[in-house]
């Protein structure tokens, strides 16, 4: 179980899929994006792209944003997600696909003010995840995306005009700004 840290359902609990393959945030990870992203995130439309157990799309909601998708290629993970909604009562805010994230970034035709990337680690290229995300044209100007990695990225910059880089133990996080 995870816990939400701030905002409306902070302290409510989240369950997690029961699957070796989804690696939720840590708390203070999530404190860390959160703190730096609190000015940013009410009224926001967020995508939570490889959700898992969708922590970083509810506790979006829980700080004031007024949707959240899940994309997630995992059964488990929807259904979780799902569970996760209906506890916090906010399936009115809420869309679900269970869909691979490139995929869904390929056929989607909506725009986010914020995009949250936390995918099994070293499993995907982030240099295709950040691409896909900008030729799909998902990512809203002026908008935020958000990498959780356990290594280094090599990012190119010039598609941002803000960058900020954050190391939490084992666990990098960046904060690009178109």
């Known amino acids: 179980m995870l816990r939400i840290s701030g905002g409306t359902f902070r302290s409510r609990l989240l369950k997690t899929p029961d ?11 999530r404190n860390g994006v959160f703190s730096a992203l609190q000015n940013d995130i009410n009224g926001k439309n967020v995508l939570d792209l490889f959700a898992g157990s969708g922590s970083y799309g509810f506790e979006s909601l829980s700080r004031g944003a007024s949707s959240s ?18 506890a916090l ?5 809420t869309k679900m696909y269970k869909e691979d994230s490139f995929s869904f970034l390929l056929n989607t035709n909506e725009e986010y003010d914020i995009i949250f990337v936390d995918p099994p680690y070293k499993k995907y290229d982030y240099k ?6 900008i030729n799909s044209s998902s990512l809203a100007k002026n908008g935020i995306l958000v990498l959780e990695s356990d290594y280094n990225l090599d990012i190119d910059l010039s598609l941002f005009s803000k960058f900020k880089e954050y190391k939490y133990s084992q666990t990098y996080v960046y904060i690009l700004r178109r």
């Open 89 to 93: 009562d906010v399936l009115d805010q």
């Open 128 to 133: 295709e995840i950040v691409d896909a995300i």
């Open 69 to 86: 998708t899940f994309v997630d290629n995992g059964l488990e993970a929807i259904k979780v997600i799902k569970e996760n909604a209906r």
């Open 19 to 29: 699957t070796t393959l989804t690696k939720p945030t840590m708390d203070k990870v």
